[in-house]
């Protein structure tokens, strides 16, 4: 079975500093990789995904995340943090079956300080 | 409407009491995910239909569950004898792609609190 890891979870940033949610995973097949943002009281909404074309994928809102199969990792990041990127981040992995069927890491909800 | 509908927002039930929580797909998307969200943790997967009938239930805890279809729009995800233990977040999505590439628009979630 496929699963993810995110380490942390909660991380505090400043505004405008560099932001760093990391995301290992844990495949036996090449996997599909997704990170997903929650604003408070809305629904989970995709900013990126990995499907096996480009290891450095860009994102929505100026995130990006690179595919690293020698490290399994999957770390989100965004050059200068905003107020408005605080909310809760999940990283996830398909099943072997496809993309319907996603592990969700626990989340890592992220604080952005003036 | 725009986005994945669910209702209620917020439900509270006494356990060993019947509830249904409703989900009102994007208009178009064939595809239609339930997963459950606990404190703490990442939304976890119960059902996924395509169409009318339910591909993958694999993720359905116990026969209390069940989870239905029956025009290929709108879903009803339906929990029998509810347990403290059911509480959480229950989360629907639907997508166009029939599988593959296709992108999963999450609705805001139905809260569920069994006392």
């Known amino acids: 079975a496929q699963s993810v890891t995110q380490l942390g979870s909660h991380v505090s940033v400043s505004e405008g500093a560099l932001v760093l949610l990391r995301c290992n995973y844990s495949?036996?097949?090449?996997?599909?990789l997704f990170w997903y943002v929650q604003y408070p009281n809305q629904g989970l909404q995709l900013l990126l995904k990995?499907?096996?074309?480009?290891?450095l994928v860009k994102g929505i809102n100026g995130f990006e995340a690179e595919f690293k199969k020698s490290e399994t990792s999957f770390h989100l990041t965004k050059p200068s943090a905003h107020m408005s990127d605080a909310a809760e981040y999940f990283c996830?992995?398909?099943?072997?079956?496809?993309?319907?069927?996603?592990?969700f890491g626990t989340g890592t909800r992220l604080l952005v300080s003036p | 409407g725009a986005g994945v509908s669910q209702t209620p927002s917020n439900k509270v039930t006494e356990k060993g009491k019947y509830v249904e929580l409703r989900c009102d797909p994007i208009?178009?998307?064939?595809?239609l995910y339930w997963y459950r969200q606990s404190l703490g943790q990442g939304p976890e997967f119960l059902i996924y239909?395509?169409?009318?009938?339910?591909?993958?239930d694999s993720g359905l805890p116990n026969d209390r569950f069940f989870a239905v279809r029956p025009e290929g729009s709108v879903s009803t995800l339906k929990i029998q004898r509810t347990e403290r233990g059911d509480s959480a977040v229950y989360l629907c999505?639907?997508?166009?792609?029939?599988?593959?590439?296709?992108?999963?628009?999450f609705g805001e979630g139905s809260r569920l609190t069994v006392l």
């Open positions: 999505a639907s997508s166009l792609a029939r599988r593959g590439t296709g992108e999963l628009f």
């Open positions: 495949s036996s097949v090449p996997p599909y």
């Open positions: 990995y499907t096996s074309a480009a290891t």
């Open positions: 996830a992995v398909s099943d072997d079956t496809g993309f319907q069927k996603l592990v």
């Open positions: 208009s178009g998307h064939t595809a």
């Open positions: 239909f395509q169409g009318t009938g339910a591909a993958d």
